[in-house]
């Protein structure tokens, strides 16, 4: 008679495997360490820092209600 094979045992294997393949592929589209962030926050910084100090006229303050002066008081 032949050998018996325990088929629950391939097929966690192979549920491990797929799962490390997916794994893989998030790392690759979404995995960014914390200093690789904070490395591109810094340089976004300054990019803005040098944008604001190029403008030639001063931005206006916005307010959070604009006035529209139509007051019936």
Request: no cysteine; glycine share 6%; net charge positive.
């Amino acid at each position: 008679m032949g050998k018996v094979v325990n088929l629950n045992r391939y097929r966690k294997l192979k549920a491990k495997a797929e799962a490390a393949k997916r794994a893989d592929t998030n790392r690759r589209l979404h995995g960014r360490t914390k200093a690789e962030r904070a490395h591109d926050e810094h340089k976004k910084r300054l990019l803005d820092a040098k944008l604001d100090g190029a403008r030639l006229e001063p931005v206006p303050a916005q307010h959070d209600a604009p006035d529209r002066g139509d007051d019936e008081s």
